[in-house]
């Protein structure tokens, strides 16, 4: 599914991110996991990223829409259609937004707990639980307050809650890529 725009669309868009960044995770031995095959990242640090990513969207997802409205308002305008959204992604990035400006969706900042033994395994486990936290917040809501309410995005300003979950699914998929890239799958 290339374009979504129901929420099901969304969910089923989610999930299928979600599997593909999973599945790719599965298919490398720890040497390409941790290690990147090129320059940039390793599939480890995109998988970082991911999750400081996902986990405070779904966090979002699982407030109330109406308190989510009284903290950063409502939308005066419709949602951007999925491939709106990512072209106006696109020409963030083409005007040199970095994730690297966000220190919060960092890497390097992502903070492993100290009674953790198996560090992939747990990655990829909490990869997995922020987006099924996710997609069923996402199912509470109404396809009405997916686009009266805001969500505001670092390097997108204000964006509808609609956009905000085709951002995910975009950027799972983008960074999805990446993981393969990096650990010399692709």
């Given at each position: 599914?290339?374009?979504?725009?129901?929420?099901?669309?969304?969910?089923?868009?989610?999930?299928?991110?979600?599997?593909?960044?999973?599945?790719?995770?599965?298919?490398?031995?720890?040497?390409?996991?941790?290690?990147?095959?090129?320059?940039?990242?390793?599939?480890?640090?995109?998988?970082?990223?991911?999750?400081?990513?996902?986990?405070?969207?779904a966090?979002?997802?699982?407030?109330?829409?109406?308190?989510l409205?009284?903290?950063?308002?409502?939308?005066?305008?419709?949602?951007?259609?999925?491939?709106?959204?990512?072209?106006?992604?696109?020409?963030?990035?083409?005007?040199?937004?970095?994730?690297?400006?966000?220190?919060?969706?960092?890497?390097?900042?992502?903070?492993?707990?100290d009674?953790?033994?198996?560090?992939?395994?747990?990655?990829?486990?909490?990869?997995?639980?922020?987006?099924?936290?996710?997609?069923?917040?996402?199912?509470?809501?109404?396809?009405?307050?997916?686009?009266?309410?805001?969500?505001?995005?670092?390097?997108?300003?204000?964006?509808?809650?609609?956009?905000?979950?085709?951002?995910?699914?975009?950027?799972?998929?983008?960074?999805?890529?990446?993981?393969?890239?990096?650990?010399?799958?692709?």
């Open positions: 599914m290339n374009s979504p725009q129901s929420k099901a669309e969304i969910v089923i868009a989610l999930e299928a991110s979600r599997d593909f960044v999973t599945d790719t995770l599965a298919k490398m031995s720890d040497d390409q996991f941790y290690s990147a095959a090129g320059p940039g990242w390793c599939a480890a640090d995109y998988l970082k990223h991911l999750i400081l990513s996902v986990k405070p969207t966090r979002v997802f699982e407030f109330p829409p109406e308190k409205g009284e903290r950063f308002g409502k939308a005066d305008r419709p949602s951007l259609t999925y491939s709106q959204l990512v072209e106006k992604y696109q020409a963030a990035l083409a005007m040199g937004i970095r994730a690297e400006d966000y220190p919060k969706v960092v890497p390097v900042n992502y903070n492993i707990p009674d953790v033994q198996e560090e992939r395994a747990y990655l990829v486990q909490t990869w997995q639980e922020a987006n099924n936290r996710l997609v069923a917040a996402l199912t509470t809501w109404s396809e009405s307050n997916l686009d009266r309410y805001l969500i505001p995005h670092p390097a997108l300003s204000d964006t509808t809650a609609r956009e905000m979950a085709f951002f995910t699914i975009h950027h799972n998929r983008l960074h999805g890529l990446d993981i393969q890239k990096a650990g010399g799958l692709s």
